[in-house]
């Protein structure tokens, strides 16, 4: 039964569809009209802003399988804020935050701070006056550093976290539940990130996965009724070992292929729950590293051009040589690039072009 990337036919003519982020009206449309043209049983869309699009459509109602939760507990698992507040419950960690409503409303928080703090919007994308806007996390060591943060974020932005930095490595606990059920488990550390100071990983490794994060997050999942796959975003404060909780991704994640290497397809599992299957997962190995190789140049690019203070890295960074130097190891006993495959070559030629690309356009661009 096909799924809607089913070929390299399918794969082309979804990537001329509009961007959802833009056009989510236009983007329905047509991926409505693809599962009716291809007779596709199973959609797994991949990105947030899909999800968002997609989830309220109903292809149910169709006859097409979507494997994810109704678009009301999307919405509540993807609002960081919310979610958060979730996590005592279910004794899992959670940095100490504010909530700012508002520009305005800083002065009455801003005593109460200790800086350096995170800025993150509560939701990763968010209305514009065009169009859906992705949000970010920023770091911000001062209060006049804080107010040029938040004077950059578009008002649909709000509410905005400001919450306690918590400074060691990051790793992910990826779920698959069904039915209540806990199908699947997996877990990565993350080795490097772009941008630096934490985001998505470019060189991951797999690890064991903490039983009781595990637990403690299914139960946090099973109380909004979640169905599909999750990952939860830890970060282990460097000096007590403590864990906390930054986020919940429902949706399949950019390290994907690590999982899918070590010994957990994640998508061939959601698939066959979503034919109503019984998947077990098999056990996963330890120490598979999976390295972005275009991602990792990012990284390296980031770290050579531009001084720690400007990337927010914790005084504890490794430096600029050390970062070169371990850049330049390009493999290591049980390392994997995540897209060049000598098998299927096609993925990492296109993304090599596009990187090119888009390094032409940024040289290009006048200054303002």
């Given at each position: ?8 036919r ?33 959609l797994?869309?991949?990105s ?36 958060l ?40 994308v ?13 770091y ?16 649909a932005?709000y ?25 699947a488990?997996?877990a ?6 772009k941008?630096?100071a ?19 997050g ?12 999750a ?9 007590t ?5 930054m ?10 292929q ?23 997962a ?31 890295l ?14 330049l ?8 690039s ?7 070559p096609?993925?990492f ?20």
């Amino acid at each position: 039964m096909p799924s809607l990337a089913a070929s390299s036919r399918h794969c082309r003519a979804a990537a001329i569809t509009p961007d959802p982020l833009v056009e989510p009206d236009r983007y329905r449309e047509v991926v409505a009209a693809l599962l009716e043209r291809w007779s596709i049983d199973v959609l797994l869309p991949v990105s947030e802003q899909a999800l968002r699009v997609l989830l309220p459509a109903r292809f149910d109602e169709r006859g097409v399988r979507v494997p994810f939760p109704k678009h009301d507990v999307f919405a509540q698992v993807s609002d960081k804020g919310e979610l958060l507040r979730r996590c005592v419950r279910f004794g899992i960690a959670a940095p100490a935050q504010q909530t700012l409503t508002a520009p305005s409303a800083l002065g009455a928080l801003e005593a109460s701070l200790a800086f350096p703090v995170v800025v993150k919007p509560t939701r990763s994308v968010v209305a514009g006056p065009t169009g859906a806007i992705k949000t970010g996390v920023s770091y911000a060591s001062s209060g006049a550093e804080l107010r040029r943060r938040l004077a950059a974020l578009p008002a649909a932005a709000y509410p905005v976290l400001l919450q306690q930095r918590i400074v060691g490595p990051g790793s992910g606990v990826f779920i698959l539940v069904w039915d209540g059920e806990l199908v699947a488990s997996f877990a990565h550390r993350r080795v490097r990130e772009k941008p630096p100071a934490g985001g998505v990983s470019v060189y991951s490794e797999s690890i064991a996965a903490n039983p009781t994060l595990v637990d403690s997050g299914l139960r946090l999942l099973r109380e909004v009724g979640w169905h599909g796959v999750a990952m939860l975003e830890f970060k282990t404060d460097r000096r007590t070992g403590q864990p906390y909780l930054m986020e919940i991704n429902g949706r399949l994640w950019g390290s994907l292929q690590l999982a899918v290497d070590a010994g957990v397809d994640f998508p061939a599992l959601l698939v066959g729950c979503a034919l109503g299957d019984k998947p077990v997962a098999a056990a996963y190995r330890i120490g598979v590293r999976n390295r972005w190789w275009w991602g990792d140049v990012d990284h390296v690019l980031a770290r050579l051009r531009r001084s720690s203070t400007e990337l927010g890295l914790p005084p504890d960074a490794p430096s600029r040589w050390r970062v070169l130097r371990d850049f330049l190891r390009l493999w290591w006993p049980g390392d994997r690039s995540e897209i060049l495959r000598l098998t299927d070559p096609k993925p990492f030629v296109r993304e090599t072009l596009d990187w090119f690309r888009a390094s032409r356009t940024v040289r290009t661009k006048p200054r303002q």
